[in-house]
């Protein structure tokens, strides 16, 4: 079946520190994949998205690389802010007659001033 | 409108109670979905719409959750006989196409006493 592992939060880091939050997947066909955020009090909002292997999605700073290989989809940011701290969901969507979107756990991030 | 809107933002109903959750996709919008997401939990789908078309109701947990878009545009889920584990924000999405970007309502955080 198709399903998505993220790494378990919370994650604490310093201003300006160095961001990994892990993801893997498994799928049946070919998938898209997806990271979305939720800030505080806000709705889900898409963060970035890749729809083959090798694709690179980025925005705000964020970036994952499709890997088909490894079946992960890690996202990474060189220097976090404290505005970015949310919650992150890594998502996968397969055609099976409609796309279906399978969410991740999510990952919440504390970025300390 | 600018968005995708969900109302009532917040419900609570006495076990046993009859609900219904609208959503309304932004205008044009051809395809609709809906999810649930537990506390601490990412977004599980629930059932997916083309126009008035429901393709996917995979996601149903029981036949008490009904879900209709009769004119392609405006969405009601419906949960009957409501029981405490209904409890959990219901979300609704909508986007261009079944492939495309998802927009995410703010949710109806549903509380079954």
């Known amino acids: 079946g198709n399903s998505v592992t993220q790494m378990e939060g919370p994650v604490t880091l310093s201003e300006e520190a160095f961001l990994t939050i892990n993801c893997t997947y498994t799928?049946?066909?070919?998938?898209?994949l997806f990271w979305y955020v939720q800030y505080p009090g806000e709705g889900l909002q898409l963060l970035l998205k890749?729809?083959?292997?090798?694709d690179k999605g980025s925005n705000k700073g964020f970036e994952a690389t499709y890997r088909k290989e490894t079946t992960s989809f890690h996202l990474e940011k060189g220097s976090v802010q404290v505005s970015d701290s949310a919650v992150y969901f890594c998502?996968?969507?397969?055609?099976?007659?409609?796309?279906?979107?399978?969410f991740g756990a999510g990952t919440r991030l504390f970025v300390k001033a | 409108g600018a968005g995708v809107s969900q109302s009532p933002r917040y419900k609570v109903a006495k076990r046993g109670q009859d609900v219904a959750l609208r959503c309304d996709p932004i205008?044009?919008?051809?395809?609709l979905f809906w999810y649930q997401q537990a506390l601490g939990q990412g977004p599980e789908f629930l059932t997916y719409?083309?126009?008035?078309?429901?393709?996917?109701k995979s996601g149903l947990p029981s036949d008490r959750f009904f879900a209709e878009r009769p004119e392609g545009s405006v969405s009601t889920l419906k949960i009957q006989r409501t029981q405490q584990e209904d409890s959990a924000v219901y979300l609704c999405?909508?986007?261009?196409?079944?492939?495309?970007?998802?927009?995410f309502g703010p949710g109806t955080r549903l509380t079954v006493l």
């Open positions: 999405a909508s986007s261009l196409g079944s492939g495309a970007e998802q927009f």
């Open positions: 799928a049946t066909g070919y998938p898209s």
């Open positions: 890749a729809t083959k292997a090798d």
């Open positions: 998502a996968l969507s397969v055609d099976t007659g409609g796309f279906k979107t399978i």
């Open positions: 205008s044009g919008h051809v395809s």
């Open positions: 719409f083309q126009n008035e078309a429901q393709l996917d």
